[in-house]
């Protein structure tokens, strides 16, 4: 079964280019020309990326990647960013938001290709893992979800491989270009500052404090670390309102 790819792009011309070239890669590709259709088509039935211009009409992109990752079904979905703007603000405020990579215009359609098909096998499922509980935090790697407290937590998809990754290695310290490799492979854009982000991104979800972190942490001048269980500090938990009651 083909894979399906959601491609934001107001410029008929580039829109005709890539979308020829990726049906002729055997991709199914709707095609969009205003961000605003974008989110209800995927709702309907969600494709396997997005491939989103910036500035289009109708929003733009980066509201639209936002929008993406604050919806529960879609939050997994990868987003490559297809754009001119190309300084490396921009490209870091791309992955902020939660882009899995970021092209620029004007692109060689044999790398826009390649781009593709590395990100979409990075997302493949791989064989199911065993899910694993560390403290507060429940990592089920079959299902690619996260529950922190009991609680889903969403994330995108590169924020999962990259906390899965840590947590199924605990206790070992990687340094950012390892962590490169690791999850994000051949994505260009990618660099040890995006990493940094990532790990942001992440405490804000697991950690009670994110300044103060128990779990996820930093060894200066070395990189990163997931805590091994038998040293995660453990700290009482604030009372419900029932507990409270019952007492």
Not at 76 to 91: C, G, M, Q
Not at 102 to 117: D, M, N, Q, S, W
Not at 206 to 217: G, N, Q, S, V
């Given at each position: ?5 959601f ?41 396997s ?8 009409p ?58 593709v ?71 260009r ?27 996820l ?11 091994r ?19």
């Amino acid at each position: 079964m083909s894979q399906t790819i959601f491609l934001l792009e107001d410029d008929a011309d580039i829109s005709r280019l890539v979308r020829y070239h990726l049906e002729a890669s055997g991709f199914t590709v709707q095609s969009f020309a205003n961000a605003g259709e974008v989110l209800p088509a995927a709702e309907r039935k969600a494709p396997s990326l997005f491939l989103l211009d910036i500035m289009v009409p109708g929003g733009d992109g980066l509201d639209l990647c936002r929008r993406l990752r604050l919806n529960a079904t879609l939050s997994s979905v990868p987003v490559i960013f297809l754009t001119a703007l190309a300084t490396e603000s921009d490209r870091v405020h791309g992955l902020e938001l939660g882009a899995d990579d970021y092209i620029t215009k004007p692109f060689g359609t044999r790398e826009l290709l390649a781009r593709v098909k590395a990100v979409l096998r990075r997302f493949e499922r791989q064989e199911p893992a065993e899910t694993l509980r560390v403290g507060e935090i429940e990592i089920d790697g079959s299902a690619m979800q996260l529950r922190v407290r009991g609680e889903l937590v969403t994330t995108t998809a590169t924020e999962f491989r990259l906390l899965d990754y840590l947590a199924r290695h605990p206790g070992r310290v990687f340094s950012r270009d390892q962590l490169l490799d690791a999850v994000w492979g051949d994505a260009r854009f990618v660099t040890p500052r995006s990493v940094d982000v990532y790990v942001r991104r992440i405490r804000e979800k697991i950690e009670d404090d994110a300044e103060e972190p128990r779990y996820l942490k930093t060894m200066r001048g070395a990189g990163y670390r997931f805590e091994r269980a038998d040293k995660i500090s453990q700290v009482p938990a604030v009372p419900t309102e029932a507990a409270v009651e019952r007492a």
